[in-house]
């Protein structure tokens, strides 16, 4: 698909040599949950994954990355993250922070490296696709080389 702009997680895959395929969907409708956009692009809602930030009570930031048919189980992610409580980063907070806005957060590129967890079911699938960091566009690659540029930990999560 040809795309207009070029995002920081897709120069990011490109400096890397990271194999990778941008898709871009529209947004005139305002859905832009992982559920509308995996419909809008044709595919199935368990492979668009989405990227969650969270605050810990004593680890800080956390990112969580989950398929967007599924819902972050809070107290799973504590557990995954050692922590007691963790809690979803407010969305005011997210751009100051990770350099994303909500609904366009990928965990590739963020202003600052945070620990990373990804859904375990992610390994059954030789790729996920996740935010391109931009409203509107999304990045289809490997999963095992998210994990490594990511430096991701796989846990149960939803």
Not at 101 to 118: A, E, N, V
Request: overall charge negative; glycine content about 8%.
């Amino acid at each position: 698909m040809a795309v207009n702009q070029k995002t920081n997680v897709v120069r990011i895959l490109e400096s890397k040599e990271i194999w990778h395929e941008v898709y871009e969907y529209e947004v005139e409708d305002g859905l832009i949950d992982a559920v509308s956009v995996a419909r809008k692009m044709g595919f199935d809602p368990e492979r668009v994954f989405k990227t969650l930030v969270t605050t810990g009570k004593t680890t800080g930031t956390n990112v969580f990355i989950i398929p967007g048919n599924c819902e972050l189980n809070l107290k799973k992610a504590a557990e995954a993250a050692g922590d007691k409580n963790i809690e979803m980063l407010k969305s005011k907070e997210l751009l100051p922070l990770t350099g994303y806005i909500h609904g366009g957060c990928s965990p590739i590129g963020m202003k600052k490296d945070f620990p990373t967890y990804l859904e375990e079911m992610a390994s059954e699938y030789d790729y996920i696709i996740i935010s391109a960091g931009k409203i509107g566009m999304q990045v289809k690659l490997d999963t095992a080389e998210l994990v490594k540029l990511t430096d991701a930990k796989l846990a149960d999560l939803v």
